[in-house]
């Protein structure tokens, strides 16, 4: 595991969690990272620790995705998706414990996890007027929330630069192809791959953020490491640091 973090909170009190509350804005928690390296189930698994909000800025992507290919629509081309990006109407929940996604009313937490969107998203999430789009839903999202862990692959970095906490979740390949199969028997490892160069540019690790390599941990290591860092930064009113890491 990696750290290098800078620490920056301003907070009082302390809620039932054990999470401190202050009078401004909730605590943020920013999960990134690429694909397979365990995001939403983490986030969520925090989330719900914590007694936060969750949201799953991948699921928005999708829902509108999913939205195109049922009309028949070229999501290579860039200008028509750009054109429909304010199309439909996405609404996700952000209860950890029950999270759905929806299009115009419709419940299509299911459909955007096939092969054929999972195929299809990278090119659509790269469309700057979808981009912007959606990224202006998911800021009103965490400023309405008391607080929310947001994972995605451009949180810490775009979404919410002033996060509480921001991680980034890694894995070899290798690992995050497993566990990519373990939840669709049609992903691969190219495909792992392929999304990885697909979504670099969207990617990038915020210079303070904590870097957790999950390869050889398990699901509660992840996140009661997580669950640790979100509590000390609500708790202590910290000063920017030298990077540090550590193993």
Do not use: C, N
């Amino acid at each position: 595991m990696k750290i290098s973090a800078e620490l920056e909170s301003d907070t009082d009190g302390e809620s039932e969690t054990g999470v401190p509350s202050g009078s401004g804005s909730g605590l943020v928690v920013a999960v990134d990272g690429p694909s397979g390296a365990g995001k939403s189930t983490t986030s969520r698994r925090v989330a719900s620790a914590l007694g936060l909000r969750y949201l799953d800025t991948g699921a928005m992507y999708r829902a509108l995705t999913w939205w195109l290919l049922q009309r028949g629509v070229d999501v290579s081309d860039a200008a028509t998706v750009a054109g429909l990006a304010a199309g439909p109407v996405i609404e996700v929940g952000t209860d950890p414990e029950t999270p759905w996604t929806r299009v115009d009313g419709s419940d299509v937490s299911a459909a955007i996890r096939t092969q054929e969107v999972t195929g299809a998203v990278s090119a659509v999430a790269v469309v700057p007027q979808v981009r912007a789009h959606l990224i202006a839903q998911q800021r009103e999202i965490i400023a309405a929330a008391p607080g929310i862990v947001a994972e995605g692959r451009d949180i810490g970095t775009v979404v919410a630069p002033d996060a509480t906490l921001k991680v980034f979740l890694t894995a070899d390949s290798a690992a995050r192809a497993q566990r990519r199969t373990a939840e669709a028997a049609w992903s691969t490892q190219d495909q792992v791959d392929r999304r990885d160069h697909l979504d670099a540019a969207q990617s990038g690790r915020a210079q303070d953020a904590v870097e957790i390599d999950s390869t050889g941990l398990d699901l509660d290591e992840v996140v009661a490491t997580i669950v640790r860092l979100a509590r000390e930064r609500a708790a202590t009113p910290y000063q920017q640091s030298p990077r540090q890491k550590s193993r």
